[in-house]
Each structure stands twice: as structure tokens, then as C-alpha cells.
């Protein structure tokens, strides 16, 4: 986990103070975390997935059945949305000028 904090961190192109700031919590916690020194509380961690724009599943490195590291957590409820609703299926490819 703690490398995978660093990875979207990094990926959203904040520091570890502008991370920590957003939060609520000391820049040193997320030296701490991302070092695994320390565990992150559940309550802390959904406040980073949500200034990341990541699912706490993308944190735990659990990716069902997409395993693309660049699908957003976003990205991947459109597609969910999508393989559930076949009757509009065609009209999303339509509007994608997909054949």
C-alpha cells in the first residue's frame, strides 16, 4: 500500500505537504505512510482517494477485472456502467464513432 500512496501521489503531481494540507494531517504522516512505517485510518484513507481521484481499491492494488494501472477509478465505473446497460451499448458507440 504505501508504495502504491506514493505512485498516485506522485502520479497526481502534489508534494507530500500539499497531500497532507488537503487532508488535515501533518506532512510527516505521509512520509510515514508511504514509507509503511505507519498504517493510514480508514477515515484518512478515503480523504486521500478522494483528493487523488482514486478508489480505496486502487490503493490496495485490487483492480477487479481491468487491471490497467491507467484507468481512473472514474474510468472504471464508465465501463461498468457500460457492460451493464446493453441496450445502450450501440448508441454509445454510435456517439464514439466506434464500429
Known sequence: MAE???YYRKK???TQRQLAESIGVKHNS???WE???NAIDIEVLYRICCVLGISISDIYGRYGSYGADDLSFTERQIIEAYRGQPE????VQRVLDIR
Not at 445502450?88 to 448508441?91: D, I, K, L, R, S
Open 35 to 37: 514509507k509503511g512505517t
Open 12 to 14: 497526481k503531481g502534489i
Open 30 to 32: 505521509i512520509s510515514a
Open 4 to 6: 502504491k500512496l506514493l
Open 88 to 91: 445502450m451499448q450501440t448508441a
